[in-house]
């Protein structure tokens, strides 16, 4: 059967997953079959979409922070906030087939694999990129040149280069195999830093390259207002992959006042959006990169990652939905007040509604 045509204008929830604590990273399988997610809880989930079934695997001792698919064989990577690496086969195994105990001195933010499935990348709080041998978790290379955390890695569409973006909006580039650094981007204006800040504020957050290898978009935001919240106006900077030159700057229409964490390139070179906001609704935001502002838009509770199913017609999203207070007081005397935040893994459909059956 045909897909069917791709309209994100008519994009509309198709499914959800729900889960009792909040969930950062979400991602579907390369053959489409699975979700693997990980958060609070400290267990990684697994759900096979088609039988409805779900496990969940035993092995961190804090927050997974990142996870990512191997494309060519069933495993799976995850880490967290203590700068441990498992490799999982996630099909057969509960217990990890091998594990990194000092990927990073402390949060592993980004993880990736190179599309041979040779490598597995790593960065996070310490600033250094790691290259490991996906088959053992070998260390093969460290990348020196970064000043502060690094939040996201992306690999070019041709296998031959390695993106990585930083607290300060530094974005360097890497030869894959080399293991050199070839240029610096500058993407600070994702960077605030006033006089009256205890420390620096936004980033580089996210990245998708276009499929055609021109363009490079990282998300974020800027003129963050305060070190607190961290309130600011989410933004995507669009680069020219070949000159390094920015193209555009991507806002959006609503009132999120987070970073893009997450960002995804289709396959009619639509980039899509999500932001993150404070107990209120964020968005989902659709642009066409020409135009500063989003062709359509989705409120969602905020999310942190994206991930495009294979069939290139649905769109997942782990959605953060609020346990009620989350100030500080008096969770001893009020616990009720106090319940855990959840998620909610929702998965977009890109294309109109199929019309229901008239009945009769």
């Not at 079934?53 to 995850?78: A, C, D, I, N």
Request: with cysteine; aromatic share 8%; proline share 4%.
């Amino acid at each position: 059967m045909s897909a069917p045509p791709l309209d994100v204008t008519q994009s509309w929830a198709s499914r959800e997953l729900e889960h009792g604590r909040q969930l950062f990273r979400a991602q579907f399988s390369p053959d489409g079959q699975w979700i693997a997610a990980g958060g609070q809880d400290k267990l990684v989930h697994l759900w096979e979409l088609e039988k409805e079934g779900k496990k969940s695997l035993q092995g961190h001792k804090t927050w997974v922070s990142s996870l990512v698919f191997h494309p060519k064989e069933k495993k799976l990577f995850t880490a967290d906030y203590l700068g441990v690496i498992h490799c999982w086969d996630y099909e057969k195994g509960d217990k990890p087939t091998w594990t990194i105990k000092e990927a990073d001195r402390d949060n592993v933010r980004a993880l990736i694999v190179t599309a041979d499935g040779k490598y597995l990348i790593s960065a996070g709080d310490d600033a250094v990129i790691k290259v490991w041998k996906a088959s053992d978790g070998k260390q093969v290379a460290k990348l020196e040149g970064h000043e502060e955390c690094i939040f996201c890695l992306s690999i070019s569409p041709d296998g031959k280069h390695l993106v990585s973006g930083d607290l300060l909006g530094s974005i360097r580039q890497w030869s894959i195999g080399k293991w050199k650094q070839v240029r610096e981007l500058d993407a600070k204006l994702l960077h605030t830093r006033e006089e009256n800040f205890l420390a620096d504020v936004g980033g580089v957050r996210s990245f998708a390259f276009s499929s055609d290898g021109k363009l490079l978009a990282a998300g974020g935001m800027k003129e963050a207002k305060s070190n607190a919240f961290c309130p600011g106006k989410p933004t995507v900077l669009v680069f020219d992959w070949k000159t390094g030159e920015l193209r555009n700057e991507l806002q959006i229409k609503g009132k999120s006042d987070g970073p893009f964490n997450a960002l995804q390139f289709l396959e009619d070179g639509t980039l899509v959006g999500h932001t993150e906001i404070l107990h209120a609704a964020s968005e989902l935001a659709f642009w066409k990169v020409d135009q500063a502002e989003p062709i359509h838009s989705i409120k969602n509770g905020s999310g942190y990652d994206l991930s495009l199913h294979p069939d290139k017609r649905h769109l997942l999203v782990p959605t953060y939905v609020t346990g009620g207070s989350s100030g500080n007081g008096g969770r001893g005397k009020a616990p009720e007040n106090y319940l855990p935040n959840t998620s909610i893994l929702r998965i977009f459909s890109l294309y109109a509604k199929p019309e229901e059956p008239k009945k009769g």
